[in-house]
């Protein structure tokens, strides 16, 4: 399978604290991506990391790429309740999107 | 810009009927792909579209399954018959052609379909 398999399935923390989400995927890319998913606003792209980055930061979110590994992580610093929604990682080959499983985070107010 | 369009956006339908989804990519958007969510999974890809022509449909289950992009704009996913390993969310997205950020999809609201 080329889908990215996210860790853990399901998160649950208070408001403020960080949250950290890990895909492991199983062949080479092109990129990685992780969207976010929650019922108000469907599946958003949030940060793309090329093969040749090892971290890349937007706003809150910290991603990092370790190809060696196969392996990518997502940091949401300072969580607010708003981030509360499902996180996927998605493997880019050849142009196509491979999702995840994805992690399902809830912030507690 | 306006996002990507889907209707309609619930469906019901009992098993060994039809059902057809439609979709409007933004505007300018050369690709355009459908996507299948199983409940507690990641989107799947069916079928991806450049212009009106068929890129990639080696998931797309071909014996139930059909799409088109007429004109290159707009597509319509349809099912049938449908069975009941069919129930997800159908989801539409469109990405600019390469060179213009090409890996950066933009998705619609989704349809729920539930087969019964």
Redesign the interface.
């Known amino acids: 399978s080329q889908?990215g398999e996210e860790d853990p399935q399901a998160l649950s923390i208070q408001e403020g604290e960080n949250a950290t989400m890990n895909c492991s995927y199983k062949t080479s890319i092109?990129?990685l991506?992780w969207y976010r998913q929650n019922s108000g606003r469907?599946?958003?792209?949030l940060i793309?990391i090329r093969s040749n980055e090892r971290e890349k930061h937007s706003g809150r979110l910290r991603v990092t790429l370790d190809t060696s590994k196969k392996s990518s992580s997502l940091l949401i610093t300072a969580s607010r309740a708003a981030d509360t929604a499902s996180y996927?990682c998605?493997t880019?080959i050849a142009?196509?999107?491979?999702?995840?499983?994805?992690t399902r985070l809830t912030v507690i107010p | 810009e306006a996002g990507v369009a889907q209707s309609p956006r619930y469906k019901i339908i009992e098993k060994r009927q039809s059902v057809a989804f439609w979709c409007n990519p933004i505007s300018g958007h050369a690709?355009l792909?459908w996507y299948q969510q199983i409940l507690?999974?990641?989107?799947?890809?069916l079928i991806?579209f450049q212009n009106n022509g068929v890129v990639?449909d080696s998931q797309l289950p071909k014996d139930r399954f059909s799409a088109e992009r007429l004109k290159g704009v707009d597509s319509t996913l349809k099912i049938q018959p449908a069975k009941l390993e069919d129930s997800a969310v159908y989801?539409c997205?469109s990405s600019s052609p390469?060179g213009q950020r090409?890996?950066?999809?933009?998705?619609?609201?989704?349809t729920r379909l539930t087969v019964t």
């Open positions: 889908q092109n990129n991506q469907g599946l958003v792209h793309l996927f998605a880019v142009n196509n999107l491979f999702f995840g499983t994805g | 690709t792909y507690g999974q990641g989107p799947k890809l991806q990639d989801l997205a390469p090409p890996y950066e999809q933009y998705f619609g609201p989704g």
